[in-house]
């Protein structure tokens, strides 16, 4: 038996399904937690194990497993937590009657501070876009809205028309365990957004209907795996050499609005972060930026 012939365990649909209406969760972490008990279902397979009836030992020697491959903590740890909240439903419903996950720590994966962007290369991303064509245009919209707002990516590419008020310039957002919040769009993105939505958008449906307003030529909405595409291409052309993806342009509003003295708890709801403790990371960048800007300009620096 291979791996890519086990069948997915009929628990994992079923608690896919109560904790999606229990809690809400995206669409992405429902896939997150689908493809980690798949892995760990196929694992056990080879073991001659099941995943409901999978104990301490299993998972300690899957997890055991994954390291000598060359897994990173962070990654083992989302496993865990995923298997963890699958075996705690499984108990809850009087599928298993002991929690295999209950005395298994989780690795420690430190805090990653994360890359951002100076001002000046965001300026070089921006204008990296091709305007002389409609989706040019696009793009450069699309970046200048990341930038302005914060955006997750998935937010962005399933952002509808009708999520957009131009007349109080504002951007109304369905986050996170369906969370709304209302991000301002600044002046020089609902400039873009209004040019775009007057000219090349139409010239990219070519008489196509959707209410996404960062179609594709076939009129559907984009994937998050394309524009991640996308601005990675502009950033080769605008030669910033690091790391690039959607988040760090997330990365880079955050990080900016706190060098020009916005208030943490401001950034955390423009972020859409449930918990303080998730935007506290970028202070140790905006900190970061401050000692160097001192050491550059005070003369005892």
Not at 53 to 80: C, K, N
Request: hydrophobic residues 40%; contains cysteine; aromatic residues 6%.
């Amino acid at each position: 038996m291979t791996d890519e012939s086990v069948q997915l365990d009929p628990a994992v649909p079923r608690f896919l399904d109560v904790v999606w209406m229990e809690r809400g969760l995206s669409a992405n972490t429902l896939a997150a937690y689908r493809a980690d008990l798949l892995s760990l279902q196929r694992w056990l397979a080879r073991q001659g194990r099941a995943l409901v009836s999978a104990d301490r030992a299993d998972l300690l020697a899957f997890v055991a497993s994954r390291v000598q491959d060359g897994a990173q903590p962070r990654s083992t740890a989302r496993q865990l937590s995923s298997f963890r909240c699958f075996y705690r439903q499984q108990l809850r419903d009087g599928a298993i009657k002991e929690d295999p996950t209950l005395d298994i720590s989780m690795p420690r994966t430190g805090r990653a501070l994360p890359k951002s962007l100076t001002e000046a290369e965001v300026e070089k991303l921006l204008a990296a876009p091709d305007l002389s064509n409609a989706l040019g245009v696009r793009d450069r919209t699309m970046l200048e809205v990341l930038y302005a707002t914060g955006l997750r990516v998935s937010e962005l590419v399933g952002l509808k028309h009708s999520q957009v008020n131009l007349n109080q310039g504002v951007v109304r957002i369905s986050g996170k365990g369906n969370r709304e919040r209302l991000v301002p769009l600044g002046g020089e993105s609902m400039r873009w957004i209004k040019e775009f939505v007057e000219g090349a958008r139409a010239e990219i449906l070519a008489g196509q209907a959707t209410d996404y307003l960062f179609p594709t030529r076939r009129g559907d909405r984009m994937t998050r795996q394309s524009f991640w595409h996308i601005i990675k291409r502009y950033a080769r052309l605008a030669r910033i050499d690091k790391p690039m993806s959607p988040h760090t342009l997330r990365h880079a509003f955050a990080t900016h609005l706190l060098n020009h003295g916005a208030d943490l708890r401001v950034v955390q709801m423009l972020l859409g972060h449930s918990d303080l403790s998730t935007t506290q990371i970028y202070t140790h960048v905006a900190r970061e930026r401050m000692k160097d800007l001192h050491g550059r300009h005070h003369p005892r620096g």
